[in-house]
């Protein structure tokens, strides 16, 4: 451990994430110091893996305080929620005017926003950064959502290049975001399309094993050929190796001994909530998010299994025995990338959405670029989405890119085959038909609404208009027509 020379940068936090941020920075050669509310924890990591590194660490908040050159860069990792605001008032009264207070955590972008607005107020700056990647991208390189003052963002940026997720084309994985929350809100984004793209693997994965009566590691295996096309991307080769585990103890594949109960820390959720406030349709990762809380009700679940009747089993029988396995692949692997690129589609309208809405001026290109490496989403097909906002920075919808057309029109039908195959034999694919439902609702030039707009002024006097003529229109449902 080294105590002297003022220290570039400061890391408060010493659970998993600090940690390895912390020592991602060292690697790169900027001077630390580090701070942790237990004292022990930091001990912990000074004695041990931060051991002969250049890393100094303060006993108290005033001591690390005073390590940090000015202006001072000082990165919490604590608990989202109330442990940051807790450390942001200990630090307030700490700091001198131009300091950079930078929360590093899963905060809510709205708690950010207002955390902004009063970091600035004592004259300091504060930067909301989603980090993405876990403990791994951490150590190695995550890819960073800064957002805040543009002046802070340029003083970070040499750092926040080093230690960011490099790309094929060795760009960094980070950019300035935009004012306020907008870098947590991106980062809400990323996890909430990580939703959409973790249950549209689970759903391909069980049509295998339903429909094809596929084992794990012949699973695993498809898996790991769809890895190397367009696919290609982190979530499918972690699910390739998933599927190929087996348990040491019994020798079955791991994954078949795994409670079906996916947990969820609420990133995702928000996510939902967020598009509704805003209007902005993203029913891919809501259908993800409902189907994580189906999966916890398993008591239920179960109970039901026995009452709630699917299709005959005969007619199942006679269904799967017609399959030609390798054509049901095909249709798998080019409607996973379809149902992928709509719930893309989704994800980037929404960003456009909340840009407009709370004046954020995002760049989408920029942020397909940024999640191109380091983050959990990170695929092969973010560069193109990148290209199709940076050709056409005013794109209303990915869908509509030139380059995309084809991919999406030949792909819905694959998908298509999918969900109805799926239907008729009982397994559930929420998020393969909301990416299909999403890109027909899109399309239809004239959708039933005219229905639902009779409907509520029917019932509620609520008007309408007409296709035929201007004005506002309302009409007495029930009185008796004029003869
Ligand atoms: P945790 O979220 O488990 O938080 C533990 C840290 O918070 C410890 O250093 C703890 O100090 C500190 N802390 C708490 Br709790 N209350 C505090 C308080 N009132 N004042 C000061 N310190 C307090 O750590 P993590 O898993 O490293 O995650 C850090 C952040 O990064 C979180 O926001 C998380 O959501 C986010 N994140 C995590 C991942 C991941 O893969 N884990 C990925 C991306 C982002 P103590 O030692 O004194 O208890």
Not at 13 to 23: I, Q, S, T
């Amino acid at each position: 451990m080294t105590t002297t020379a003022a220290r570039h940068v400061g890391v408060i936090g010493l659970a998993v994430m600090g940690e390895n941020l912390a020592l991602n920075i060292e690697r790169n050669g900027f001077p630390i110091a580090v701070y942790n509310r237990t004292w022990e924890r930091t001990e912990e990591f000074i004695n041990g893996r931060a051991s002969g590194l250049n890393v100094a660490a303060g006993k108290t908040l005033p001591e690390f305080v005073a390590l940090l050159e000015r202006p001072r860069r000082i990165i919490i990792m604590v608990k989202a929620g109330a442990p940051v605001d807790a450390v942001i008032a200990e630090l307030i009264p700490l700091l001198q005017e131009g300091d950079m207070i930078i929360d590093g955590g899963n905060s809510l972008f709205i708690d950010s926003e207002r955390r902004s607005k009063e970091v600035e107020a004592a004259n300091l700056h504060f930067v909301g950064m989603g980090i993405s990647g876990g403990e791994e991208g951490a150590l190695w390189g995550p890819s960073l959502m800064p957002g805040g003052p543009k002046q802070a963002y340029i003083l970070l940026e040499p750092m926040l290049q080093a230690i960011a997720a490099k790309a094929e084309d060795g760009e960094p994985c980070v950019t300035h975001i935009g004012p306020g929350g907008s870098g947590h809100y991106v980062k809400m984004i990323h996890n909430g399309i990580e939703y959409g793209d973790m249950q549209l693997i689970a759903e391909s994965y069980d049509v295998m094993r339903h429909a094809l009566g596929m084992t794990a590691p012949q699973i695993a295996a498809v898996f790991a050929e769809w890895n190397k096309g367009p696919l290609a991307s982190y979530l499918i080769e972690i699910t390739a190796e998933v599927l190929a585990y087996t348990d040491p103890e019994t020798g079955a594949p791991l994954v078949d001994l795994i409670l079906d109960t996916a947990e969820q820390k609420g990133t995702g959720r928000w996510t939902s909530q967020n598009a509704l406030e805003l209007g902005s349709p993203i029913p891919t990762i809501d259908a993800a998010v409902f189907a994580r809380t189906m999966s916890s009700m398993k008591e239920r679940r179960v109970a039901a299994s026995q009452a709630l009747k699917g299709p005959n089993p005969e007619d199942i029988a006679a269904m799967t025995s017609r399959i030609d396995p390798p054509r049901l692949l095909g249709y798998l692997e080019r409607g996973l990338l379809f149902a992928k690129i709509s719930s893309y589609a989704q994800g980037m309208a929404l960003l456009r959405a909340a840009s407009d809405s709370y004046n954020w001026g995002l760049d989408l290109a920029e942020i397909a670029r940024i999640w191109r490496a380091g983050c959990i989403i990170r695929a092969e097909l973010l560069e193109p989405i990148r290209a199709a906002f940076g050709a056409q920075p005013d794109l209303e919808n990915l869908l509509l890119s030139i380059g995309f057309l084809d991919i999406v029109n030949e792909g819905a039908g694959a998908c298509r085959s999918v969900v109805t195959l799926a239907r008729s034999i009982g397994v559930p694919v929420p998020a393969h038909s909301a990416s299909l439902d999403y890109f027909d609702s899109y399309r239809t030039a004239a959708l039933p609404a005219n229905l639902t707009q009779g409907q509520r002024d029917y019932f509620g006097a609520h008007t309408y208009r007409r296709i035929d003529k201007p004005g506002i229109f309302h009409t007495e449902w029930n009185a008796e027509p004029a003869s």
